[in-house]
């Protein structure tokens, strides 16, 4: 097996609903903000090469929107998902398995592309399964109005009329052993229901891809919750039985939405769990 970030671009959200209840003096010392109260965030992505197999962990916003939908997002940096896979070898066309924590626009927008003559939508992976689970496409296909903004009809049903959508198995529990992609997933409802946190198995360590359960770094504090979470005090109960495991188990936490810090592992202390260390994915993943 063979591991490889895959940034997908970079963007600037809201500071305040990034870290919810907790007030700026706080958050601001790690996740700083500009003058417009945005903070750096990235979408890394995580590549997995396993015999036959090329799995993408999600995909990043994709480039079909608008120029008035990025323009929220004030995208900044020269990262891209093609230029990113080219870098490590691929292409699209090589890509097996899209999985997906779950189905925001910042998670599974690079799963679809225009077609040729912008009439319609289509796979931007066309020898790819696309992967969820049966509850949480339920949850995005007949989306709540807290989250709808978030869960857009051309990122999520071409995937479904494609025939290539598959879905992992639940779990009576909240893990899944042994998934059909070969890892571990951890079930967690606060973000959003049923968003998927892949463990991965890679050499003598465990890969946890932290998708929206810890953004960054700046997260590591049980109450700084975001506030696009849709049930906030279940993720403060998630984040902090995850963190304890984590601990306990040394994982080494891929940070997907923090744009300066890769992977973090963590420890127990007298004040709960805290930052242990700070890695990059090369000194990790070679």
Known sequence: MKLYPINAGNLKLD????FGVVPKVLWNRSNPADANNM???????????????????????????????????????????????????????????????HLHFDHCGGSIQWNKDRTGYEPAFKNAHFWSNKDHWKWATEPNRRERASFLKENIMPMEESGQLKFTALPE??????????????????????????????????????????????????????GYDTRPLLTLNEKENFLNIAAEQNFYLFLEHDAHHEIITVHNTENGVRLKGLHTCEEIFN
């Not at 606060?190 to 998927?196: A, L, V, Y």
């Open 15 to 18: 500071g305040g609903a990034m």
């Open 39 to 101: 903070i750096d965030i990235a979408t890394r992505c995580l590549l997995i090469e396993d015999g036959n197999r090329l799995i993408l962990i999600d995909n990043g916003m994709g480039d079909k929107q608008s120029d008035k939908f990025y323009s929220y997002y004030h995208p900044w940096g020269d990262y891209n998902l093609d230029a990113s896979l080219k870098a490590a070898g691929f292409n699209r066309d090589d890509i097996t398995d899209v999985f997906m924590t």
């Open 173 to 226: 529990d909240n893990l899944l052993k042994n998934s059909a992609l070969g890892f571990d997933i951890f079930f967690a409802d606060g973000h959003t229901d049923k968003q998927m946190i892949p463990l991965i198995k890679y050499k003598d360590k465990t890969i946890a891809f932290m998708a929206d359960l810890l953004p960054t770094v700046g997260h590591l504090p049980l109450p700084y919750v975001m």
